[in-house]
Every structure is written in C-alpha cells, then in structure tokens.
C-alpha cells in the first residue's frame, strides 16, 4: 500500500482526464472536506476524489483498485456510521454533481447524486410536486434512497425506491449501465433497498408526486402523558388515512421563536404531522389524537412540502455528535410502551431523541420481495439518537441509546432501517435483509464480485 502522500501523488499524475478535484491530506482544504455529519467519526482518508461526470467515477475506481485502496462513497455525507469516509482509502465523493431535470408532463425528475434533499423539495415545488424523500432537507439523495427512504410521505406514496424509476450505475469494473424494470432489471432491484453495494449511482429518475402546501406540524404532550399518548397512537396511525402521516418522537422543545418560551427546554412526547389535504380534513383527522391526552402545544398549518422537509436542518446541522440504534417494530405492547418512556423521560441531553416512523398504507402496497427493502410487513422503523455538539458527552450519548436500545430491542420485529444502523456487524445486515439476502448475494456477485463495494452494510458475494 501506498504512503497517504504518495497515493495523492499517484493519483494526480494518474488520473490526467479527471475533471474534478483531487485532494490529499497536505491540503488546505483537507479537514473541511474529509469532515461528515456525525462528528463522532474522525477518519482521514487518502484521497478524497470530487467527481464531476460518471467518467470521473469510473477513473476513481480504476485507479483505486489497481492501488490496492479501499473505497468510500459519499453523497451528502449523512450516514449515521460514518459510511462514507474510510481511512487510508479513497472517497468518491459525489457533491459536485448537481443537476436535476424535472421533466413537467412526464412528471419524472432526474437528480444527480450529489444532491440532498432540500435542493430536490426547492426544484420539485416549483411545479407542485415532491419525491416521497425522509425528514431532514440536509440529508444526500443518494444514501437515502439506496437504504430504501422513509419519510413524510410514505403512507400516502410509499418509500423513496417506490417511486425511483432508473438509475444510472458506474460499475466496479468502470462501465456505466442504467439500471430500471427494463435494463439490468436484477441490480434495479438490488438498489432499491440494497444501499451502496452494488455500484455508485450517479443519477436517479424519480416519480415526482403531486404535493405543494401541507398541512404539517408538531403535537407536543408532556413527557408524564407518554404512555397515554403511546398507546393512543399504537391504534390511530394504523387506521388513519393515507393523507395523514405522523411519526411519534421523545422531544425537548427547542428554544426557538415558534414554540412558546414557557416550553423551551421541556421534555415532551411529540407527534410529527404531515397531511397532504385540506386544513378542515386534516384537523378532522388528527382529532383522536388530540382527545388521548391534553396537548402542551398543537402547532399545525398550512406550509409548503420544502419547509416541512427542511424543518430540522437547523436543530440538527453538521458537526454533532451522534450514536444510532434501530430496530423494526411490528407492535407496540403495553410492556415495551412503558420501557419507552421510562428512556424518553431520561433523554440526556436536548437533541437526543427517538422516533417511531410508521410503515403502512402505500408502503404496504408492495411486497417484501419486490425490492430488496425487505420488512415491509412491520408497522414501524424506530430509531433512538444520541445527539449533542459536545464531544465530552459522547460516552453519555452512546450508554443511553444502548441501554434504551437493549430495553426495546426483544420487543422488535429484528432487523434496521440500513439508514439507521451504525457498523454492527454481518448478522445484523442479515437479519435486516431477511429470505432476501441470499438474491442480493448472487447480484452482488454478479456486478461486484470482488467486492470493491464493501464499506457498506456489505452485503458480501455469493461464492
């Protein structure tokens, strides 16, 4: 293996067609660069490589692999185990790719892989439409999606891939191919569910939806109602209708102007709401849960789908610390109910939290065999997060949300959401993937059979 320096100077007298930046440890920019969204992962790659074109993927991957270097990719940086930097190696790094074309009376939109989220609402807005994404504006296009993409509007349209039509895929052997139901139609459906496994997605073709002004918001109950509130919900969001999505959350009520100030800082049991009907129809449906117990704050109206979808960016932007644990869940017992705000009343500090997104309606509509995301028969993808700025409480942050974790996790279906999981080894990637598994295998085996592709929740090649 080359020295760290060298492999930047290899590199650079290399890669003579490359239309991007190349940058190596030695330059000014280095640690800017190199940093993620979790800033409990410290890792100083090689090289990290800024692609511009599709070509400039498959020059980095040459080069990489003929270098002996492992390789990351990274879109908008976001992933909770710090999956898209790797020391030593090579970040392919997709940011500079930017483009989104929204085709209008095709109702298609193509975005380039180094988009996040928030550009995409700004573009798709324009003309009255979203992409069924997740819940942060900041967060890259490319690793939600490929983890399947749970969100605002899943109930109402399914999960991110079921609303991806193509793909266009630099291989590891460089060759660029699309990937969709006609064209490489066993990688299409690796990569909807798969995650970064399979190849570098340089663009995607989605369905856009037709969403514009929502009716969206927080419910804030006091932490003491949690149970009440918890058991309510286990019953409402299932029966509710499509248009009414709400995910629950242990919350403090930041200090911020649209919250009271007499609520700054209090713990609370929070209900996410977004509906796409009108105001009427969504307080109408959103009234049973008002009736379980007497709300702190219901803070609902009309917003348009980007200032929804951006609502945490400023809450949770770059540079924190964070510690992730996840679990599907298929039902909510009294027992694991209680153990819920047992930890939601512990929350150590005023970023931490846990949330339960539901995975019904549209979702539902899918098999789990039809794309690689598998646990589409559970009712919701629970995350618990420990989040704070400083890098002193990261021990804290991390014992609450495995104590937490441990308390809840015999009461799960098994397996992650990809997104949320941290680096836990190959029998948890498994059980995630469920009878799926061994199909991504033979396709991985297929399109990376050395896998080139494996800092990842790697899903390794079939022998």
């Given at each position: 293996?080359?020295t ?152 109402n ?20 191919v ?13 990569l ?16 856009m ?54 609520l ?14 009108s ?33 945490f ?33 512990a ?6 939290t ?6 019904d ?24 997060v420990?989040v704070?700025?400083d ?10 949300t495995i ?20 680096d ?15 199909r ?24």
């Amino acid at each position: 293996m080359a020295t760290t320096t060298s492999l930047v100077d290899q590199a650079r007298a290399a890669l003579t067609d490359f239309g991007g930046t190349l940058i190596g440890p030695s330059d000014g920019s280095y640690d800017e660069e190199r940093a993620v969204y979790n800033a409990m992962i410290d890792r100083r790659p090689a090289l990290i490589a800024q692609c511009t074109t599709p070509a400039d993927v498959a020059a980095v991957i040459g080069f990489a692999r003929q270098a002996g270097a492992d390789i990351a990719i990274r879109g908008g940086g976001h992933n909770g185990g710090g999956l898209g930097t790797v020391d030593d190696g090579v970040v392919i790094d997709l940011s500079p790719m930017k483009s989104i074309d929204i085709d209008e009376a095709g109702g298609t939109v193509r975005v380039g892989g180094g988009c996040t989220w928030g550009e995409v609402d700004a573009a798709t807005h324009e003309v009255g439409m979203a992409v069924p994404c997740g819940i942060i504006g900041t967060t890259g296009v490319g690793g939600l999606t490929l983890g399947g993409g749970i969100g605002h509007l899943a109930r109402n349209y399914g999960l991110t891939i079921d609303n991806l039509l193509e793909a266009e895929v630099v291989l590891a052997d460089g060759s660029i191919v699309r990937a969709s139901a006609d064209e490489h139609p066993d990688l299409f459906w690796a990569l909807r569910g798969g995650g970064g496994n399979f190849g570098v997605v340089t663009t995607f073709t989605f369905r856009m939806r037709p969403v514009s002004i929502v009716q969206a918001g927080p419910t804030f109950w006091a932490i003491e109602d949690s149970e009440a509130v918890l058991t309510a919900y286990r019953d409402f969001i299932v029966a509710a209708p499509r248009e009414l999505n709400g995910w629950f959350a242990f919350v403090t009520v930041p200090p911020v102007p649209v919250f009271p100030e007499e609520l700054h800082g209090r713990k609370a049991a929070a209900i996410v709401w977004c509906h796409n009907g009108s105001e009427e129809q969504a307080a109408a449906d959103m009234q049973p849960m008002l009736d379980a117990a007497e709300p702190l704050l219901h803070a609902v109206g009309p917003m348009p789908f980007p200032v929804l979808n951006g609502f945490f960016d400023g809450l949770y932007p770059k540079g924190h610390q964070w510690y992730w644990r996840a679990d599907f869940v298929r039902e909510l017992s009294d027992a694991a109910i209680a153990e819920h705000a047992k930890f939601g009343a512990a929350m150590p500090t005023g970023q931490s939290t846990m949330h339960l997104y539901p995975i019904d309606g549209a979702v539902h509509d899918v098999g789990s065999g039809d794309t690689a995301f598998n646990y589409r028969d559970v009712t919701w993808a629970q995350v618990i997060v420990g989040v704070d700025p400083d890098p002193a409480l990261a021990g804290t942050l991390k014992q609450w949300t495995i104590d937490y974790f441990d308390a809840l996790h015999p009461h799960s279906a098994g397996g992650a959401y990809v997104n949320f999981m941290m680096d836990e080894g190959q029998e948890r990637v498994q059980a995630t993937y469920r009878d799926n598994y061994d199909r991504l295998a033979k396709v991985k085996a297929q399109y990376d059979p050395d896998n080139t592709f494996h800092i990842n929740q790697n899903i390794r090649p079939a022998a």
